[in-house]
């Protein structure tokens, strides 16, 4: 009995030794296992760091090439006009065509952003002195030129004793390549930011596709994967700007939907090959078309096309801080105004206060609901000269002879003292003008 109970006490023991030795063996094992996670811990977190550090770097690499070409670009800049030869004049359509501009010192030129323009100072035959006019540049930036396109403007169909354009008419009847022309440096504060990734839609009607094309070819060749939608309107092939280009671009970017509207399609125009819409770019083919109508619209075109797109955004709840645009000719863009009307000097009465036209020996009365001085003094049939319509050529400048104005919109230089730009100011109370 005694032999029994001595070999289970040593079985017992040796059990014992045993499970002491898995429990040590255990504790080795978790130390282990946690040394292990710790120096992995630590390798990790290194080698993120060193990754952060690689990072930070690339960024100040990045931020100091940005600096230099920044400076560099604004050693290119240029101050007043520059001198330019025409390379290249190619006839796009009918009364169209495009002007490729070297500049005459042969000097790299600044970037751009895309849907500015340059201002010309153009030596007309038979004008005393030198015509002012903008014009938006058709193409993303090159350093080695520029490019123009230039539809010659006819006279109005319900005045067709108003001559044509007389810029325009310059441009396509007499400008030829080798001519030298000057030029300023581009501007304008109607321009895509190629900084963000935001979905747009670009709008153009007639000529107003320039810019457009200028900004579907910077996405395109920014390699971006942005969102585009670029609607165009012509009458037909024979009125279709930059076709083929445009054409190019929505079948080689599927990023780019382009949609041609013809609201009056030749015999030989066919649809799904010149174009892919008869009838008029309208908010209703948008709504068509588009998944929503949360994007940005950039527009282009005359006013009445203008007036209409953005009326038909209002409506369709598109927020007006989503909606860029430039427009050309006589009439503008009807948006309410965004300066703030008490603090205009208030009228006497509700006929508003006295503007006097020295020039022309008017007299004419002022009311808070006008807009600027420029539309209002043609209104009047008081002639001004403008061009950009947006402070930005200086063509509109008038001296103020009494009074004083505001500026709905920042000059993209300010006019001397006693002298406003009158395509982006408002009287704030009576005043008597040079014009």
């Known amino acids: 009995m005694q032999s029994i109970f001595h070999g289970i006490k040593t079985a017992l023991e040796g059990n014992i030794v045993l499970a002491i030795g898995y429990i040590l063996l255990g504790i080795l094992l978790a130390q282990g296992c946690s040394l292990l996670y710790l120096t992995l811990k630590r390798i990790y977190f290194q080698r993120e760091y060193q990754r952060l550090e690689r990072q930070r770097l690339q960024l100040l690499v990045k931020a100091a090439a940005l600096q230099c070409r920044e400076i560099e670009s604004g050693k290119l800049v240029w101050n007043g006009y520059r001198k330019f030869s025409v390379a290249k004049k190619v006839k796009e359509c009918n009364g169209v065509a495009s002007f490729y501009l070297k500049p005459h010192d042969g ?219 430039e427009a050309f000719g006589p009439a503008t863009v009807k948006k309410k105004a965004s300066f703030d009307t008490a603090r205009l000097e208030k009228p006497t009465n509700e006929a508003g206060f006295e503007i006097t036209f020295g020039k022309a020996g008017k007299k004419c009365r002022w009311t808070p609901n006008k807009g600027s001085l420029l539309e209002f003094a043609l209104e009047q049939g008081v002639r001004i000269d403008s061009s950009c319509r947006a402070g930005s050529c200086g063509s509109c400048l008038v001296a103020i002879k009494s009074g004083d104005v505001e500026y709905i919109s920042e000059p993209g230089e300010k006019p001397e003292s006693g002298s406003c730009l009158t395509c982006i100011c408002r009287p704030k109370g009576a005043m008597v003008l040079d014009a």
């Open 107 to 325: 000097k790299k030129l600044p970037p751009f952003k895309p849907g500015q323009y340059i201002t010309f100072s153009l030596n007309i035959p038979g004008n005393p002195k030198p015509v002012v006019r903008c014009y938006s540049l058709s193409d993303c930036a090159h350093e080695d030129h520029y490019r123009v396109t230039i539809k010659k403007e006819p006279a109005p169909r319900d005045k067709p004793d108003v001559p044509p354009g007389q810029a325009s008419s310059y441009f396509f009847d007499l400008v030829k390549e080798g001519d030298i022309l000057d030029a300023k440096a581009p501007t304008g504060g109607f321009f895509l930011d190629m900084a963000k990734e935001t979905p747009i839609v670009l709008v153009g009607g007639g000529v107003g596709v320039t810019p457009m094309v200028s900004m579907a070819n910077a996405v395109a060749r920014s390699g971006s994967r942005r969102e585009v939608w670029f609607f165009f309107g012509a009458r037909s092939t024979q009125e279709h700007i930059l076709k083929e280009e445009m054409l190019r671009i929505g079948a080689q970017y599927d990023n780019i939907k382009v949609h041609v509207c013809y609201s009056r399609p030749d015999a030989k125009d066919a649809k799904g090959v010149d174009y892919h819409h008869e009838g008029r770019v309208t908010v209703d083919l948008f709504r068509e078309l588009l998944p929503s109508n949360n994007y940005e619209f950039y527009l282009c075109g005359n006013g009445d096309f203008m007036n209409t797109i953005s009326e038909g955004l209002e409506l369709w709840g598109v927020p007006s801080k989503n909606v860029f645009y």
